[in-house]
């Protein structure tokens, strides 16, 4: 794979560690971010050997959202026919998708967030499994102060993860959400002192979650979003099957046994992907 330009990428211990890495740009999302994004969680994901992903990032802030000269050059927001507005539903649906990877990963995602998670940002992370927060983190739906509406997420996936009433001030006001508040309302699992300890805190939920067996860890990951989007009677359903499809009395055997032996347990990897178009 080509070097990348805005992340740097790092695998150990069946952890893949993806760094935002443009903090001169405040690690802004140019046309490029969202290419090697998309690129990256694809072939993270066919691959199966990475069994968590954190995403962290460098300098002052986590990112500032989108580059706004992307709109001025890359992409034409053109709203003067049907055809131009047209064209915007598929340029969002584009880059939407790329951040539904992220809920669609066969592995849990966490991020550890420091400084400002503005406008895109927001988008990204509410995403994400799982969230840590430096002391100094804040959160802004910064859309609504540019005169628009926040359109890659943000809407659908925040007040599924904190009261309705909190939302809706924070996409009407532009306000920031301080991490102390954050923490309050749920948005983020825990906030620590410094981005240091966040991304450490990150990686340590990430080692514990790749000691478990990938497969079963898929599974729940697949039945939380199920049932946050379904009934419960619906997802009860789908859970009898995904269970059944899952099963392995061997994972059982050896979780068990490795905890009666206080070692670490040895799960096999998922399986890797491979697409018709690129056989």
């Known amino acids: ?28 999302m140019s046309p490029l971010f969202w290419r090697e994004l998309d690129g990256v969680l694809s072939r993270l994901h066919k691959e199966g050997q990475a069994r968590a992903l954190v995403i962290s990032s460098t300098g002052k802030h986590f990112t500032a959202g989108m580059a706004l000269d992307t709109f001025a050059s890359a992409i034409q927001m053109d709203d003067r026919s049907a055809e131009g507005r047209a064209a915007i539903f598929d340029s969002l649906t584009n880059m939407q998708a790329t951040f539904s990877k992220l809920e669609q990963l066969r592995m849990p995602v966490i991020a550890a967030i420091q400084g400002g998670c503005v406008g895109a940002g927001v988008d990204m992370v509410t995403a994400c499994c799982i969230r840590y927060a430096s002391a100094n983190a ?58 240091a300890e966040a991304v450490a805190a990150a990686l340590q939920c990430a080692q514990e979650i790749a000691a478990k067996p990938p497969v079963a860890i898929w599974g729940s990951k697949q039945a939380i979003h199920y049932a946050r989007d379904h009934s419960t009677e619906d997802a009860l359903k789908q859970m009898g099957w995904l269970q059944a499809g899952i099963w392995s009395n061997a994972h059982v055997r050896e979780a068990i046994s490795a905890m009666q032996a206080k070692r670490a347990a040895t799960f096999p990897p998922l399986a890797a992907l491979a697409n018709f178009q690129d056989l």
């Open 138 to 195: 804040f959160f802004c739906i910064q859309e609504i102060n540019i005169g628009m509406v926040a359109d890659v997420g943000t809407l659908q996936r925040l007040p599924k993860l904190i009261p309705e009433g909190i939302a809706k001030e924070y996409a009407y006001t532009g306000r920031r959400m301080p991490a102390a508040k954050a923490l309050t309302c749920g948005l983020v699992n825990e906030v620590l002192a410094t981005h």
């Open 1 to 28: 794979m080509n070097p990348l330009a805005c992340f740097e990428l790092s695998t150990q211990q069946h952890v893949a560690h993806l760094v935002l890495s443009r903090p001169d740009a405040l690690n802004t």
